[in-house]
C-alpha cells in the first residue's frame, strides 16, 4: 500500500489534528451495510449443493487442499516387524509405515474414519500373514489392510461391529479340525466394544473373514470400559482389566471342530488400585511328553502376569492361572480348609501410574515407563532396578522385538525410537510435529485426581511461523509433551523440517524448570510460561516471540487473602519480549539445529500499574522491525541498534556486527477507552491486533473492549494516527490484516474495508457466532501477499472450515471442510512462493495452493507416493540390461570386415526410433545454467515431482547439438 495515497485522499477530512468541529470520526458501519448471505460452515466440500454454495465450480477447482502430512501417534504398541526392517505406527487417522534402517516414511495408509472422536483404537499384525495388520477404529470398523503395499487397496477387508463401537483389539490361534491329520491352523479376532445405553461392554469374536463367531465375555451393566486387552497365543488365553478388576479367560476346550464352537471361561480378581498396565508370559515347567494332548501341555505352563497401577506400583503374581482355578474350586466346594490366596510382589518406583509394563523375553527383566521420562528396568532375581534417564517426553508404549534384541518406545511427544536391548542406544528415531493435540479421554495420570491440577482438554490453538530465510522449516511452540502442553506449559520452540516431516530440534525459549519431580511441596505441578507470540523478520535474520507467565490460580494461598487473589497475580505477571538471532544458527555448518543466539530480552514491554499482556505482534514486511500491542492501549514498534563502545561497532567471534533492540516508536491507541477498558468487567474483554502495510509505511492497530473499539492507522515512520474508523468490528476480535489498500477484519463478521476509497467493500455474517465467542482460536486469518488473496478458518463442533477470498470479491474461491480443527493458519513466507499452510489439532499439516501455480507450498510425501523404490529397482535392471548388451557387444566375433557382428535382436516388437546421423557422433552439451534453472527453480521443500525432473533433463539431452540441422 502507497501511504502518500492514502494521505492525499483521506487527512484532509480524517486528521485528528483538525478543528473539534470536523473532528468526527467515520460513522459507525451499520449491520445493514453487511451482505445478507450465509456461510456453509456445517458441510465438506462434497456436502454443498448447488443451491446453497455460491462457489462456482470454475473458480473453486483453481484451489486445491494436499493430503494429511504428519499426524499425532496415539496410545498403542506399535509393530516391529520380525526381521525388524520396518515400524509400523498407528496414528489417530492413518497406519504409517517406516524403515528402521534411516527412520523414513515409507507409506501411509489413511483410514476409513477421519473424525478425531473415532479414531484408531487397536492394531496387531496379521498371525498367520504377517504382511496383514488388523486396524479397529472407535466407531466399530474393524479393518484388514496390507501394509506392503503389494495390492493395490491396502484395505483387504472391513466390517462394523454390532454395536458400532470398538475400545481395543487383540488376536489368537486356535487349532480347528476332525482329526489330528485334518486340523488347521486359524487367526480369531477379538474386539472389546464400549458401552452403551442399550449394551454393556463386550468382548466378541471374529474369524479371519471377520465373520461373526459369538461374544466371550460380557462384563456387567455399569462396568467400565476395558481399558487394556492382551492375548497370549501359545496358551490361547485372554486376560484384560477394567478399572481395578482383571480378567483371565481360557478356552474351555482347544479341540475344536469348527470356530462357532469357541468358548471362554474368564476368572476374575480385584487389585488394589487401578489397572493401568499389564503384561503376561508364560513360563514352561517341564517338557511334554511325546503323544500328549494340548489341554495337558497347558497344565505343564505357568502363567506370569505383571500389572501396573495408576499410583506407581507394580504388581507380579506368579503361576496366576493355577491359583485362580482353584479359589474357584475352593468356593465352588465350599471348602473350611485354608483357601489359596493370592500374594502378589510388590515392586514401586513410579510416582504416578505405570503407563507400559513388558517382560523381557527371557523372562528375567521387567521393563517399565511412566510419567518420569526414564525407562526402567527391573532384575527380578536381584531386585535391582537399571534406568535410561532424560527421555524427551513421557513413556506411553513399549514394545519388545520378537528376537528380544531390541525395545521400542513410545513417548508423548510423538515421538517413538528404537534401542538396542544390550546398551540402550537408539537405532531409529522418529519425530513428528509436537502441538498440542485434542484428546478425547483422560490420560493416565489423570485417573487419580491430584490437589491443584487443573487440565484444559480444548486448548489446542499452536503458535506457528515460517522462516522466509529458511521456507523449508516450520517453527512451532509447544510443550514437553502431550500432558505438560494440556498443563498450560509451551516454553519450548520446535523446528519441523516440511521436506520430511521430521522434528530438526526443540529449544526452550522461555524459563523451564526441568527437575526430577517437577511439582511443588503441595503436589501441584509447575507450569513454565507460555509463548504467546512469535514472528520473523521480512528478511528471516531475526525472531521475535513473547512469552508470559502468572502464577496459577491454586497458589492463593502464598499470594495472601483470596479475595485481592486476582490483582495479586496480575502484579506478579511476568512478560518478556525476546529478540533471537536466526541467522547465526541458520547459517552453523557445525550443527544441523544450531541453538538460536538470544540478542536482547525487554522485560515487561508493555506495563501500567504492573505488567500487561501482549495481545498481538507484527513484523514489518519491508525491513527488520517488529511491532506490539499491549493491553496497556499503547503500540510499539521495536528496531536493532548497532551495539558500541568508544564509538567502535562490536563484533563477535566470527566478525559480524552485534545489535540490541530499543523502541523507536510508541503510539497510544485507547483514546476513548482508557477508562472504561482498564477497569471492571471490561478489562478481561480487551482485545487488540496489528498489521503492517506492504511496503511497511504504515501500521494498522484494532484495540478494544468487545464491540467497542476503533482500528487505527499510524505512520511507522514519525508514530502520526493519521486517520481512525469506529466498530467495524462486532463480537470478539480474531484477526486483522492489512493487503494492499484493504483492512481485513474478522470477528463475528468478515469485513473488507477500502482505506483509499474510504468504504466498505463487503461484509459477511459468519453462522455460528457462538463458536466464535472465545478471544483467539476459534478463527484464525492469514493473508498471501504474492496471490493476493487471503484464507479464514472457521471452528465449529463438527470440525472446521477453510475458505479463501479475494478483497475484491466476497465470493470464496474455496470452501473445504476439514473433519478435525484447525489449530494454526498461515501463509508462505517465502517471497516468490504462494499458498497456505494448515496445522490441525491432530498435528497434521496441509498445503493449501492453486493448481495452476507452480511455485505453490509443498510438503514431504513418502517413499511409496514418489514411488522411489520403483524407481531404484527399474534404473538397477535397466544398469544390468545395458552392461549385458555392452559386454556382448565387445565380445562379439569379427565379421569380414573385421568389426564384431551385427547382435541377432527381435526387433519386430521393438519402437521404431528414428536417429539423427550426427547425433551419434556429437553428444548434446548441457550449460550449468541450464540444470540451475531446472533443480534451483523452488526451494528443497517446494520440489516439483520427480519425474518433471527427469522429463526435464531428458529433454536437455535430446535437443539436438548446435549447427547439427
Request: hydrophobic letters at 40%; glycine letters at 6%.
Amino acid at each position: 500500500m502507497a501511504g502518500s495515497a492514502v494521505s492525499a485522499t483521506t487527512l484532509k477530512r480524517k486528521h485528528l489534528g483538525e478543528s473539534k468541529s470536523q473532528k468526527k470520526r467515520q460513522r459507525p458501519v451499520t449491520t445493514e451495510a453487511i451482505v445478507d448471505r450465509t456461510l456453509v460452515t456445517s458441510k465438506s466440500q462434497d456436502e454443498v449443493t448447488a443451491s446453497d454454495s455460491f462457489v462456482s465450480p470454475q473458480v473453486q477447482s483453481e484451489w486445491t487442499v494436499s493430503k494429511a502430512a504428519g499426524g499425532r501417534m496415539v496410545d498403542i504398541d506399535p509393530i516391529l516387524t520380525e526381521d525388524q526392517r520396518f515400524l509400523i505406527v498407528p496414528y489417530t487417522t492413518s497406519i504409517q509405515i517406516y524403515s528402521t534402517a534411516d527412520s523414513l516414511l515409507v507409506r501411509r495408509i489413511p483410514m476409513p474414519s477421519p473424525n478425531r472422536n473415532l479414531g484408531i483404537v487397536g492394531l496387531r499384525q496379521c498371525l498367520t500373514d504377517p504382511s496383514m495388520v488388523w486396524v479397529a477404529c472407535a466407531n466399530g470398523i474393524i479393518s484388514k489392510v496390507n501394509w506392503t503395499g503389494e495390492s493395490e487397496t491396502p484395505i483387504v477387508a472391513s466390517i462394523p461391529t454390532a454395536s458400532g463401537t470398538a475400545s481395543s483389539l487383540a488376536t489368537l490361534l486356535v487349532s480347528v479340525g476332525d482329526s489330528d491329520a485334518k486340523k488347521t491352523s486359524a487367526e480369531v479376532v477379538l474386539v472389546a466394544e464400549m458401552p452403551t445405553d442399550h449394551s454393556p461392554t463386550r468382548v466378541i469374536a471374529y474369524d479371519g473373514e471377520l465373520r461373526l463367531l459369538n461374544v466371550l465375555l460380557k462384563l456387567a451393566a455399569g462396568m467400565s470400559r476395558l481399558h487394556t486387552m492382551e492375548t497370549l497365543v501359545g496358551a490361547g488365553l485372554v486376560y484384560a482389566s477394567a478399572g481395578k478388576q482383571f480378567y483371565l479367560g481360557t478356552p474351555r476346550s482347544l479341540e475344536l471342530a469348527s470356530l462357532d464352537e469357541l468358548a471362554y471361561e474368564f476368572y476374575t480378581f480385584a487389585c488394589e488400585d487401578l489397572i493401568t498396565a499389564t503384561d503376561a508370559r508364560i513360563v514352561p515347567l517341564s517338557r511334554s511328553k511325546k503323544g500328549s494332548s494340548k489341554q495337558q501341555h497347558q497344565q505343564q505352563m505357568s502363567i506370569d502376569v505383571a500389572i501396573g497401577c495408576a499410583r506407581g506400583p507394580i504388581y507380579c503374581y506368579s503361576d496366576i492361572l493355577t491359583r485362580l482355578q482353584a479359589m474357584d474350586a475352593a468356593t465352588a466346594t465350599a471348602s473350611k480348609g485354608p483357601r489359596e490366596s493370592l500374594q502378589p510382589k510388590k515392586m514401586h518406583w513410579h510416582r504416578r501410574a505405570v503407563h507400559s509394563l513388558k517382560w523381557s523375553r527371557d523372562g528375567n527383566y521387567l521393563v517399565s515407563g511412566g510419567s518420569e521420562h526414564t525407562l526402567v528396568l527391573w532384575q527380578l532375581d536381584t531386585n535391582k532396578q537399571s534406568f535410561l534417564p532424560h527421555l524427551t517426553g513421557i513413556i506411553e508404549n513399549i514394545v519388545v522385538s520378537a528376537s528380544g534384541s531390541a525395545y521400542v518406545v513410545h513417548l508423548d511427544d510423538n515421538s517413538v525410537m528404537v534401542l538396542s536391548s544390550a546398551q540402550l542406544e537408539p537405532t531409529a528415531y522418529i519425530s513428528g510435529v509436537q502441538s498440542a493435540v485434542y484428546v478425547n479421554s483422560a490420560l493416565k495420570d489423570h485417573l487419580v485426581p491430584r490437589i491443584g491440577e487443573k487440565y484444559s482438554l480444548s486448548n489446542i490453538d499452536v503458535v506457528m511461523a515460517l522462516n522466509p530465510a529458511a521456507p523449508e522449516r516450520m517453527y512451532l511452540c509447544v510443550g514437553d509433551g502431550l500432558q505438560a502442553s494440556r498443563n498450560g506449559s509451551k516454553p519450548y520452540l520446535q523446528s519441523v523440517d516440511l521436506s520430511s516431516m521430521r522434528s530438526i530440534g526443540k529449544q526452550a525459549i522461555a524459563r523451564t524448570s526441568l527437575t526430577a519431580n517437577n511439582t511443588t511441596p503441595s503436589g501441584a505441578t509447575i507450569i513454565d510460561p507460555e509463548i504467546k507470540h512469535m514472528a520473523f523478520s521480512c528478511d528471516g535474520k531475526w525472531l521475535a516471540t513473547i512469552d508470559e507467565w502468572m502464577p496459577p490460580s491454586n497458589s492463593q494461598t502464598d499470594l495472601g487473602a483470596s479475595e485481592g487473589d486476582s490483582e495479586l497475580r496480575k502484579e506478579r505477571r511476568e512478560v518478556f519480549l525476546k529478540i533471537w538471532d536466526a541467522e547465526t544458527a541458520i547459517e552453523s555448518e557445525s550443527q544441523e539445529n544450531a541453538p538460536l543466539p538470544l540478542v536482547s530480552r525487554i522485560n515487561t514491554p508493555h506495563e501500567t500499574s504492573h505488567p500487561e499482556s501482549v495481545l498481538d505482534l507484527a513484523a514489518d514486511p519491508q525491513n527488520a522491525r517488529f511491532a506490539t500491542l499491549g493491553r496497556d492501549g499503547i503500540a510499539r514498534i521495536w528496531k536493532p541498534r548497532p551495539r558500541q563502545r568508544d564509538g567502535l561497532a562490536i563484533k563477535d567471534d566470527r566478525g559480524k556486527e552485534l545489535h540490541t533492540w530499543i523502541c523507536d516508536i510508541a503510539v497510544t491507541v485507547n483514546h476513548r477507552q482508557s477508562i472504561v477498558a482498564m477497569s471492571g468487567a471490561d478489562y478481561s474483554r480487551i482485545e487488540g491486533r496489528l498489521s503492517f502495510a506492504d511496503d511497511g509505511s504504515c501500521l494498522v492497530a484494532a484495540f478494544g473492549a468487545g464491540d467497542e473499539g476503533s482500528i487505527h492507522v499510524i505512520d511507522a515512520h514519525t508514530g502520526h494516527i493519521r486517520y481512525s474508523w469506529d466498530d467495524l468490528w462486532r463480537g470478539s476480535l480474531h484477526g486483522l490484516q492489512l493487503l494492499g489498500p484493504y483492512v481485513i477484519v474478522l470477528s463475528h463478521d468478515l469485513r473488507v474495508f477500502d482505506m483509499v476509497a474510504d468504504s466498505l467493500v463487503y461484509g459477511l455474517p459468519l453462522s455460528n457466532p457462538s463458536n466464535l465467542d472465545s478471544s483467539s482460536g476459534a478463527a484464525n486469518l492469514a493473508i498471501d501477499r504474492m496471490s493476493r488473496h487471503f484464507a479464514v478458518s472457521l471452528r465449529h463442533t463438527e470440525g472446521s472450515e477453510l475458505l479463501i477470498f479475494s478483497p475484491n470479491s466476497m465470493e470464496p474461491l474455496l470452501s473445504h471442510h476439514f473433519e478435525s480443527r484447525i489449530a494454526a493458519l498461515s501463509a508462505s513466507a517465502e517471497p516468490h512462493t504462494s499458498g497456505f499452510l494448515v496445522l490441525d489439532n491432530e498435528a497434521q499439516v496441509f498445503t493449501v495452493s492453486q493448481a495452476s501455480n507452480d511455485n505453490g507450498l509443498v510438503v514431504a510425501r513418502s517413499l511409496d507416493e514418489m514411488q522411489l523404490d520403483a524407481v531404484e529397482e527399474k534404473l538397477s535392471t535397466n544398469g544390468v540390461e545395458l552392461l549385458d548388451a555392452s559386454d556382448d557387444e565387445d565380445e562379439g566375433e569379427p565379421g569380414q570386415n573385421g568389426k564384431p557382428e551385427a547382435m541377432d535382436i527381435d526387433t519386430s516388437d521393438a519402437m521404431e526410433i528414428d536417429v539423427d546421423e550426427d547425433s551419434s557422433s556429437h553428444p548434446a552439451i548441457i550449460n550449468q545454467h541450464q540444470l540451475s534453472d531446472i533443480f534451483d527453480a523452488a526451494p528443497t521443500y517446494a520440489m516439483v515431482p520427480l519425474e518433471d525432473l527427469f522429463l526435464k533433463v531428458a529433454a536437455l539431452l535430446a535437443n539436438k547439438p548446435v549447427g547439427s540441422a
